[in-house]
T-cell receptor, first 113, second 112 residues
Framework: GAVVSQHPSRVICKSGTSVKIECRSL??????MFWYRQFPKQSLMLMAT?????????EQGVEKDKFLINHASLTLSTLTVTSAHPEDSSFYIC?????????FGPGTRLTVT | RKEVEQDPGPFNVPEGATVAFNCTYS??????FFWYRQDCRKEPKLLMS???SGNEDGRFTAQLNRASQYISLLIRDSKLSDSATYLC?????????????FGTGTRLKVLA
């Protein structure tokens, strides 16, 4: 099946700094990628839909100025958590569409101290 | 009402048991339905898509009832390795395309 990678897999940063997470589709092109966040013992919450060459569509309650999404190519979307705070600590997962199925990246565990 | 709702779980069942999970969705315009499996601290993996006619893959059977907006997953002859969280996923129309919404998940623990 299709492969999606994420980098980094784990990051620890200080409060107030920014963190960039990359999501790549390795063997296919993805015009649409999704970003999810998962807190412990909860399900995945859709944060935004990332469209190649256009602005991302954010879900209600997700601040677009805090979670910057860039989908500059058909194989790469990035999520930047700006001015991170401890409450942003979570598991961030991206997915990419291929043949009407979603393929997930392995996730990035962000810890903000 | 939540867009996708699942049995809260956890389900603790003995090896060899049959277990069923339910999921309801609120948007009648949804077109695609899936069951994913998520192991602890890992990304979700597609278990199976759910088709209107129902579909089976080995010990797993998925059913869709569009009239009741209800999806089910049946696992027969449970194995220890089936222990995981099972996530119901439904697509809903959004800005001319679709987005995918996850249920809260049902935890399954298969006991020896």
């Amino acid at each position: 099946g299709a492969v999606v990678s994420q980098h980094p897999s784990r990051v620890i940063c200080k409060s107030g700094t920014s963190v960039k997470i990359e999501c790549r589709s390795l063997d296919f092109q993805a015009t649409t990628m999704f970003w999810y966040r998962q807190f412990p013992k909860q399900s995945l919450m859709l944060m935004a839909t990332s469209n190649e060459g256009s602005k991302a569509t954010y879900e209600q309650g997700v601040e677009k100025d805090k979670f910057l999404i860039n989908h500059a190519s058909l194989t790469l979307s990035t999520l930047t958590v700006t001015s991170a705070h401890p409450e942003d600590s979570s598991f961030y997962i991206c997915s990419a569409m291929a043949a009407y199925e979603q393929y997930f990246g392995p996730g990035t565990r962000l810890t903000v101290t | 009402r939540k867009e996708v709702e699942q049995d809260p779980g956890p389900f603790n069942v003995p090896e060899g048991a049959t277990v069923a999970f339910n999921c309801t969705y609120s948007n009648s315009a949804s077109q695609s339905f899936f069951w994913y499996r998520q192991d602890c601290r890992k990304e979700p993996k597609l278990l199976m898509s759910v088709y209107s006619s129902g579909n089976e893959d080995g010990r797993f059977t998925a059913q869709l009832n569009r009239a009741s907006q209800y999806i089910s997953l049946l696992i027969r002859d449970s194995k220890l390795s089936d222990s995981a969280t099972y996530l119901c996923v439904v697509n809903i129309p959004s800005s001319g395309t679709y987005k995918y919404i996850f249920g809260t998940g049902t935890r399954l623990k298969v006991l020896a």
